[in-house]
């Protein structure tokens, strides 16, 4: 999956502020090995997440981030939907939309 860009503002901060990135990006490899779920799960949930605070660039990134790790669109599409009766449909819409700006390039 990596001919999918990453968004300009992500980079921009990769490179002004590295150490930053580089705490931010340890935290996350630390959380994702300390409990017992697989790397898929761990990516619907951040998708999952990210789609509730009604975030769409972390919707992007968490859906190209589950893509890279495997995960099929129908399944981040379910992740998403699961979410109707806790977040409500308009919200599932919107983040179903930016999940598909993702899976529409790859």
């Known amino acids: 999956m990596t001919d999918i860009k990453q968004p300009t503002t992500y980079l921009k901060l990769k490179r ?13 490899k ?14 619907l949930i951040q998708l999952a997440a990210a789609a509730t605070i009604r975030s769409e660039g972390a919707v992007h990134s ?11 669109p129908s399944e981040i599409h379910h992740a998403l939907i699961l979410l109707t009766s806790t977040i409500g449909f ?12 993702i899976i529409g390039k790859k």
Do not use: C, I, N, Y
Not at 16 to 28: I, K, R, S, T, Y
Not at 30 to 43: F, S
């Open 30 to 43: 630390t959380v994702r090995m300390e409990g017992p779920l697989d790397e898929k799960t761990g990516h």
């Open 62 to 72: 968490h859906t190209r981030r589950a893509l890279e790790a495997g995960v099929k």
């Open 90 to 101: 308009p919200q599932v819409m919107a983040a179903l939309s930016w999940a598909e700006d």
């Open 16 to 28: 002004d502020h590295p150490a930053f990135f580089a705490a931010v990006d340890e935290l996350g």
